[in-house]
């Protein structure tokens, strides 16, 4: 082989070394790209997946609140019901106290 044939060789090999380079650093940023688009999918996914726990979270605990207030109120109105209850047996035994002590209190006065 002769200067010229050899310099051509290794003008043709540069050039096909520069091309390679280009395609791998193409490849390299398209594996990038794909793997920054794979992980900002899976971020938002893992995002949108606690966001879902945590408005279940929050829907399960106003479930429970709601339920316990529905509880309590219940107990109170048993409560006042009871209360009313024996307020209403002792209307007549306040009814004839009452009228016991004006009929005393008439009879003190006629005397």
Do not use: N
Not at 11 to 28: C, I, P
Not at 83 to 95: G, L
């Amino acid at each position: 082989m002769d200067k010229a044939a050899l310099l051509q060789a290794i003008k043709g090999a540069e050039a096909k070394a520069a091309k390679d380079l280009e395609e791998a650093q193409a490849k390299k940023q398209q594996a990038l790209a794909a793997a920054q688009a794979e992980g900002e999918k899976i971020r938002r996914e893992g995002i949108a997946a606690v966001e879902a726990q945590v408005a279940e979270q929050i829907a399960a605990a106003q479930r429970r609140i709601e339920q316990e207030k529905a509880e309590k109120l219940a107990a109170g109105r048993i409560q006042i019901r009871r209360k009313r209850e024996a307020a209403e047996s002792r209307v007549p035994q306040v009814a004839d106290f009452l009228v016991r002590e004006f009929e005393q209190a008439v009879k003190s006065g006629l005397r």
